[in-house]
């Protein structure tokens, strides 16, 4: 059983998921790359294996992201409905 991802703050999720998948698409073109493949064909091979890769490998730090950003999207929410609340309660002069 899988625990809930940590909310985090969802610059922090994404700079982290976003630097893994830049990660994962440098590996993969410096592996075609060494592999003997064109550079067109090596940066074509390496985005499409990069987008597959992170689908199975970046799950946990995707859903740390979703987490993060509907829980600061409650939070908005939250204070909004309270600031009408009390705007709402102020009598008008």
Not at 68 to 88: I, P, W
Request: net charge positive.
């Amino acid at each position: 059983m899988t625990s809930a991802p940590r909310p985090t703050s969802p610059g922090r999720a994404f700079l982290l998921y976003s630097s893994l998948r830049l990660l994962l698409l440098l590996v993969a073109f410096a592996v075609l790359l060494a592999v003997g493949l064109d550079t067109v064909l090596a940066l074509g091979g390496a985005v499409l294996a990069s987008a597959l890769l992170s689908l199975v490998l970046l799950r946990r730090q995707r859903e740390a992201f979703t987490a993060a950003s509907v829980a600061r999207a409650e939070q908005r929410r939250a204070e909004k409905q309270a600031q009408r609340a009390r705007l709402d309660e102020t009598p008008e002069p």
